[in-house]
């Protein structure tokens, strides 16, 4: 079965303080890797998919990268805009994203 | 707005009692997608339609459950005789034909659950 597993569970930053949030995956036939962001209350809305192990994605202050066993989000120079749950999603068949528990990460002014 | 739209947003219900929900995808999307989350905890699959057709199952969807999607457009998620433990988020995502290759979810704002 599909593990995914995030840590910290939680990252407190003061504005300006890069950091990373890790991803570590045990899945049969990798076809993707997703990182979501999740606001309270809301669903989540999809960021990056990372196809294979050395890739790298970037929006704005977000680089995603992956390796063979973990993926990783850094996050440079984050503003209060940043501070959400971001979910980490492995696809392993043509349909069913199997997700972790989330990073929730809350950036202060 | 062309987003994934869900009815209710929020549902408050005794124990025992019927509730549906309701999933409106963006209208090219022919993939369909039902999740459950609970708090502290990231999305669950529950369920997938490629048009009208239901493809998958989870072993989370106990036979309280039943989920359509007639004419291949909205959905609904039905539970019946509700019971503590159905309490969460429940999710709908739509996506493009994946031609073999994961797709983008688009995930609605999800309908939350309470079972008092």
């Known amino acids: 079965e599909d593990q995914v597993t995030q840590s910290p569970e939680a990252l407190r930053l003061q504005e300006g303080e890069s950091s990373s949030l890790n991803c570590s995956y045990t899945?049969?036939?990798?076809?993707?890797l997703f990182w979501y962001r999740q606001d309270p209350g809301k669903g989540p809305e999809f960021l990056f998919t990372?196809?294979?192990a050395g890739e790298e994605k970037e929006k704005e202050r977000l680089k995603a990268t992956l390796t063979k066993k973990e993926s990783f989000l850094h996050i440079t120079a984050p503003k209060p805009e940043d501070s959400a749950t971001y979910l980490c999603?492995?696809?392993?068949?043509?349909?069913?994203?199997?997700f972790g528990a989330g990073t929730t990460v809350t950036v202060r002014a | 707005d062309t987003g994934v739209s869900q009815n209710p947003r929020h549902k408050i219900t005794k124990r025992g009692q019927n509730v549906t929900f309701r999933c409106d995808p963006i209208?090219?999307?022919?993939?369909l997608y039902w999740y459950r989350q609970t708090l502290g905890q990231g999305p669950e699959f529950l369920t997938y339609?490629?048009?009208?057709?239901?493809?998958?199952k989870s072993r989370l969807l106990s036979d309280r459950f039943s989920a359509e999607r007639p004419k291949g457009s909205f959905s609904t998620l039905e539970i019946q005789r509700t019971e503590q433990g159905d309490s969460a988020m429940y999710l709908c995502?739509?996506?493009?034909?994946?031609?073999?290759?994961?797709?983008?979810?688009?995930f609605g704002e999800g309908s939350r659950l309470t079972v008092l």
């Open positions: 995502a739509s996506s493009l034909p994946s031609g073999g290759f994961p797709g983008e979810l688009f």
């Open positions: 899945v049969s036939g990798l076809r993707g």
């Open positions: 990372l196809y294979s």
């Open positions: 999603a492995v696809q392993a068949n043509d349909y069913k994203l199997s």
């Open positions: 209208s090219e999307h022919n993939r």
């Open positions: 339609f490629q048009n009208e057709a239901q493809l998958e």
